[in-house]
């Protein structure tokens, strides 16, 4: 039965054998997949001990919208009257590019007689390895592993899920220039999903460590067709987001969102250390020290992070953090002896707080007796996180507290049984969580979160941004944000880079040294991340030119329209983990001959050649449509071309800037003392002369700014390839938008 025509672009073609069930799907005619094994437990359709008793048809609607649904029943051989699963596929009326699929569980299915050796007690979908080869050897794939979600490349035919791992798995064609693609991920209950490998399938289902799967449980999995890795991914992140209601994350949603920050996270200065002691005895004595610092020379942060050091703990800690688990969340009067609310009274700004797992041993399972807790060896968790939390959040009044930072996700997964046996409790932890922020005012970031987490995310408004990377100073490549960046914006989350030395300064008496020998690198991809932008220095020695080069002089931070990613050209070489970047900035325009020119930004660590490509615009170099390339460290410009030489910095990367040239020679660059030169905070439009016009010759732009700021605005003459620079005043009062004319 063709539930599914014969796909074109981005569509899903479903075929189900009205014999057997079998299943095979087509992206784009292309065939891609063909349904493998379905499994409960022990039982399995591929040796015949779990058998199809019944199939059946049916029209409905969800989030998604309208849909038709083939599903079919399953029954153990030696009890078929019993159905113990209902499997069902829906295909979209109105968006052929996806597919998604159902398993049901019409009564319990208690603990598992014979333990299973998968990842998945329950498996369906399984697509077959060896289907992809009706196109070529083996499709490419990447995923997701490990904790801050770290992006791995794989074929089809080597792909393995890991612990609370291998999801999203991204499958594409690098042998096809559009990049075919398409996404397989839960849709619903992430934290209950796993992914199943063996040799001959990948799959999913319930996770196996699950001890009751109850009556009436629905787990949904959605296959998401796409063009282009980064196009296919917001793809998918567009129709998670459709299932959920979730926004994508505003980028300035408040003043710790919008402004630099402050922060003491793990290898920076004040991460369970305060420096000289000339300073002060503890942390009450030294922030407030170290503010006034900050206020002496004109760096206007805008929020603070404290991080695990400010409370009282039922272990220690060792060099990376980790350790033991909360007993009361709130100031250890050693840290702050004049309590947060006091401490907040000094610095005045909205903070960034950090959390752990649970003790065993809490103030809150002994003080708290109307809520009860699981308990293991190491952690616990309550068994009404929404209620937990609700009154959680209530007793926060008066520390400032912006952005609750629940760190160690993975430990608490790990170390709380309960989270991984109760197949409904990790899910509502984390709703339960961003409940209680949202209730209160608050978001959240997730920290050392495993793929599974990140996932969940989709579902809660609060959850605005992510830890991308490893912890600063103590992990490789911490600042490599573009592959994680792909799967956190398409669900809408911003991807945190961690804090940073903006200095390349020894930072003696700090937790880390250090020192810096690429702060540039660090203060650009936090900027670019258009998450916070924290440094972590130590009091006098900040660099306060680089930290201000990321924002505004009132501290917002000048971000771009998305989040920096991994270039599509990348994929093109099978090579997910490379890190050609790109991001751009929309300027809006009222020439006759573009209707919004865009700002692209060119990171590239590898000192590859940057091919038009690598920023989406070969087609237009080989049509003979002009544009210019800025180098932002050379001040270089030179025209792009298929292949551009572009001079690294003095750190050994590249950055530039590619911009459109008007039909009357000039280009717009921006701002050059910033990383992102054109960004919408500061570029309203940009407008050519028309032709036949006085001002046919010239260009304008429209730019706002800040009271006593002083910018420098610069285009560039093609004829000439010069740059051409204006110094722009924001005077006081209720008008700060300029008008800039090149000529």
């Not at 912890?471 to 398409?490: C, I, M, R």
């Not at 237009?620 to 002009?626: D, E, F």
């Not at 750190?651 to 590619?658: L, M, S, T």
């Amino acid at each position: 039965m063709l539930l599914c025509g014969a796909a074109s672009a981005q569509k899903l073609g479903l075929y189900v054998d009205p014999n057997d069930s079998s299943i095979s799907i087509d992206l784009d005619g292309a065939p891609w997949f063909a349904a493998s094994d379905v499994q409960l437990d022990s039982l399995s359709s591929h040796d015949h001990t779990l058998v199809r008793t019944g199939s059946s048809q049916n029209s409905g609607i969800d989030a998604l919208g309208a849909f038709v649904a083939q599903s079919t029943q399953w029954a153990a051989a030696h009890s078929t009257a019993d159905t113990l699963m209902i499997t069902s596929i829906r295909t979209y009326v109105h968006d052929p590019g996806m597919i998604v699929f159902e398993q049901k569980f019409p009564a319990d299915i208690g603990p598992a007689a014979v333990p299973g050796n998968l990842s998945a007690r329950t498996v369906f979908p399984a697509f077959q390895r060896q289907s992809a080869k009706t196109i070529r050897d083996s499709l490419d794939c990447f995923s997701y592993h490990g904790i801050f979600a770290g992006i791995k490349g794989c074929s089809v035919m080597s792909y393995k899920e890991s612990h609370e791992g291998g999801s999203p798995l991204v499958i594409y064609d690098s042998h096809n220039a559009s990049l075919p693609m398409a996404v397989f991920s839960p849709l619903n209950f992430p934290k209950a999903h796993h992914m199943a490998s063996t040799d001959e399938f990948y799959g999913a289902g319930v996770k196996a460590t699950v001890e009751l799967i109850p009556k009436g449980w629905s787990q949904l999995f959605m296959l998401s067709a796409g063009f282009g890795i980064n196009d296919g991914m917001m793809k998918w992140g567009d129709r998670m987001l459709r299932w959920t209601g979730k926004p994508r994350a505003n980028m300035y949603l408040d003043q710790t969102h919008s402004t630099i920050g402050f922060w003491t996270d793990n290898g920076g200065y004040y991460h369970y250390a305060t420096g000289d002691p000339k300073y002060g005895a503890n942390y009450g004595e030294v922030l407030p020290k170290v503010k006034q610092y900050h206020d002496d020379i004109g760096i206007p942060f805008g929020h603070w992070q404290f991080d695990s050091w400010f409370y009282p703990k039922d272990g220690g800690v060792n060099p990376g953090g980790g350790g033991g688990a909360v007993t009361n969340w709130t100031a250890l009067p050693s840290v702050f002896p004049q309590g947060m609310a006091g401490i907040q009274e000094a610095l005045g700004l909205p903070t960034v707080m950090h959390n752990r797992q649970w003790s065993t041993h809490s103030d809150y399972i002994h003080n708290w007796t109307d809520i009860g807790w699981y308990k293991s060896k190491k952690a616990a968790i309550p068994h009404d996180p929404a209620k937990f939390f609700e009154r959680f959040f209530t007793q926060q009044q008066g520390w400032g507290l912006s952005m609750y930072e629940q760190d160690w996700m993975c430990t608490e997964y790990d170390e709380a049984n309960a989270l991984q046996t109760n197949i409904t409790l990790a899910d509502l932890w984390l709703q339960g969580m961003a409940d209680g922020a949202a209730g209160s005012g608050r978001t959240v970031q997730y920290c050392m979160p495993y793929p599974y987490d990140v996932l969940a995310a989709a579902s809660h408004s609060a959850v605005t941004n992510a830890r991308a990377t490893g912890d600063y100073f103590h992990a490789k490549d911490q600042w490599a944000v573009g592959g994680t960046s792909l799967f956190y914006w398409a669900i809408g989350v911003l991807p945190f880079k961690d804090g940073f030395y903006s200095s390349t300064n020894k930072q003696v008496g700090g937790q880390t040294v250090g020192p810096e020998l690429n702060p540039d690198r660090e203060a650009l991809m936090a900027t670019l991340s258009c998450a916070m932008v924290g440094p972590m220095d130590g009091i006098f020695l900040l660099n306060k030119t680089r930290i201000m080069t990321t924002c505004r002089e009132d501290g917002v931070v000048l971000k771009p329209d998305k989040p920096v990613s991994t270039s599509d050209w990348c994929f093109r070489q099978a090579d997910p983990t490379c890190t050609v970047y790109h991001t751009h900035s929309d300027v809006a325009s009222q020439a006759t001959d573009v209707s919004d020119a865009r700002v692209h930004y060119h990171f590239n660590s590898d000192n590859k050649p940057m091919m038009a490509d690598m920023v989406y615009l070969s087609e237009q170099v080989a049509n003979k449509v002009p544009y210019i390339v800025y180098n932002w460290y050379t001040r270089e410009v030179t025209k792009l071309q298929q292949s551009n030489q572009i001079a690294a910095g003095y750190e050994g990367h590249i950055y530039a800037v590619v911009s459109h040239v008007h039909h009357n020679g000039w280009a717009f660059v921006g701002e050059v003392d910033k990383y992102v030169t054109a960004s919408s905070l500061r570029v309203n439009t940009v407008t050519a002369g028309a032709q036949g016009t006085a001002s046919e010759f010239t260009i304008t732009a429209n730019v706002t700014g800040v009271a006593g700021e002083v910018i420098q605005l610069c285009a560039v003459k093609s004829s000439t390839m010069q740059l051409v620079c204006h110094s722009v005043s924001f005077a006081s009062g209720p008008d700060l938008i300029q008008l800039v004319q090149f000529e």
